[in-house]
Every structure is written in structure tokens, then in C-alpha cells.
């Protein structure tokens, strides 16, 4: 289960006859991290803002554990199935850590102090403390944010994890510990985890690497 499957998927962004993602066939499978690598320019977002359904390919199908995400509505399929990860972490600045969390709980229909009990193990499973749960992003240190939002997306029930430079803001020591725990995701919980990557460190960490050239997806 958690399996995102891709068939001879074609982009070009509106306006462009140039071919963003080049008859891409790869499936990624739940309990498994991979690592996806290439230049800037490749198609590495183009693919992630795919798989998440922020976009539709020009040609082609995307399916989830058989479904094609055309016959799908794809604001459910954002809410419930993927998760995205941003290298700015996309925090809302207005809201408190726990309410960052909370949210797509509530989102999705769960009561509020339910939503907000939850959210406390989840923080503390990525090592987010109580002292922490009532501070603004703005007063975190960057791999503290990250953390959050990976909570966040523990929130929010998805097993498919997309994570775009997850640790592109981050020193070592902060990204090791990103990769660990979509690593226990993964490996312990059955998670489908993409991390788009420029650091070998963190690929060859990865249980398959793709790399991205042009449009096309070869495996590294
Ligand atoms: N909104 C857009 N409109 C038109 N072309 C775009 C748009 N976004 C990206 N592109 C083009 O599509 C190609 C792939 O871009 P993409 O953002 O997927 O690259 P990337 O591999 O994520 O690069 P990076 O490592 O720099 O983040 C690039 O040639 C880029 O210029
Ligand atoms: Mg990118």
C-alpha cells in the first residue's frame, strides 16, 4: 500500500513547448525512502507538485494504490494521501506550534482538544518538546521548524511524504536528523517518502536513488 505509480507522464508548463518531465514510468512503494537527485532546472518541484496533485500532467496518468488521480478529487487527495515538505518549511507564522499541528486534524474533522492531544505526541516524536508547543515559528531554530512541519505531516494522516530540499536550510547535524526520521517513517511505519535532494549524504542514505536529467528519470 502507499504506492504512487507513474505511467508515461508528460509536462510542459502552459506556454512552454519544452518538455518539463520527458515519459517519466517509475513506482515508489510504501516502506521504502527514495532519494530523487539532478541539476537545477531537471523537473525535481515539476514532479513533487505532480505527485502531491497541485498540478495534472499534460500527458499520462498518476495512480495511488491503483487509483488514477484523474478519476480522483484532488483536494481530498491533498488532504488525506500526500504530504508535502518545503525547504521553507511553510509554517504559519500566525499560529503556535501546536496549532500548526492541530490544523489539518481540524481540517479534516477532528475536535479540537482531540486535535491538540494528539499533536503533543506527535511533536514529542520528532523531539519537540513541551516547552516548545506554545512558541511562534519565528522563535524556532530552522531544524526545529522542519521538525514541526514533518509533525504536521504526521498530523495530517498522509503515507505518502514528498519532501522538496527538506534539509536545504539546515546544518548537518539538523538534516541527519530530518533524514532519520522520515527514515523511521518509512522503514518502521510504512510511509512512501520522496525526498528531492542536492546532498549525496542524504541519497545514499536513500533504499533507491533517481536521478533527474532533463525532463527524464534515470535510475542512479
Ligand atoms: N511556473 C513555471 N512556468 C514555466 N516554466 C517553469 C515553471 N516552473 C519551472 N519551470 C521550468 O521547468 C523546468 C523544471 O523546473 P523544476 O522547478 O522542476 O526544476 P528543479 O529540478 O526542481 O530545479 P531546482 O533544483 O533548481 O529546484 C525548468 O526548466 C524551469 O525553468
Ligand atoms: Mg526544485
Known amino acids: 500500500m502507499n504506492t504512487l505509480t507513474i ?7 502552459t506556454g ?14 510504501g516502506g521504502k525512502v527514495y532519494a530523487v537527485t539532478g541539476p537545477s532546472g531537471s523537473g525535481k518541484t515539476t514532479l513533487l507538485s505532480i505527485l502531491a496533485g497541485l498540478d495534472v500532467p499534460t500527458e499520462g496518468e498518476v495512480s495511488i494504490n491503483g487509483t488514477k ?24 507564522p500566525m499560529l503556535n506550534v501546536i496549532e500548526n499541528v492541530s490544523f489539518p486534524m481540524e481540517l479534516n474533522g477532528i475536535e479540537r482538544e482531540e486535535a491538540r492531544t494528539r499533536s503533543k505526541v506527535f511533536l514529542n516524536s520528532v523531539g519537540i518538546t513541551d516547552d516548545k508547543h506554545r512558541r511562534f515559528p519565528s522563535n524556532l531554530s530552522g531544524g526545529e521548524q522542519q521538525r514541526v512541519a514533518i509533525a504536521r505531516t504526521m498530523a495530517s494522516g498522509a503515507r505518502v511524504i514528498l519532501a522538496d530540499e527538506p534539509t536545504g536550510n539546515l546544518d548537518k547535524e539538523n538534516g541527519q ?9 518509512a522503514h518502521e511505519n510504512g510511509y512512501c517518502v ?4 542536492h546532498d549525496p549524504q542524504i541519497a545514499a542514505q536513500a533504499d533507491q536513488v533517481w536521478k533527474m536529467d532533463d525532463g527524464k528519470m534515470i535510475p542512479a
Do not use: C, G, P
Not at 73 to 89: G, T
Open 16 to 29: 512552454s513547448d519544452r518538455k518539463a518531465l520527458d515519459n517519466i514510468n517509475v513506482s515508489f512503494h
Open 194 to 197: 520522496i525526498i528531492v535532494t
Open 7 to 13: 505511467e508515461n507522464l508528460s509536462y510542459s508548463y
Open 69 to 92: 488521480l484523474s478519476t480522483l478529487d484532488l483536494d481530498q487527495y491533498r488532504r488525506e494521501q500526500v504530504s508535502m515538505i518545503f525547504q521553507a518549511f511553510h509554517l504559519f
Open 177 to 185: 536528523n530530518i533524514v532519520d526520521i522520515l527514515k523511521v517513517l
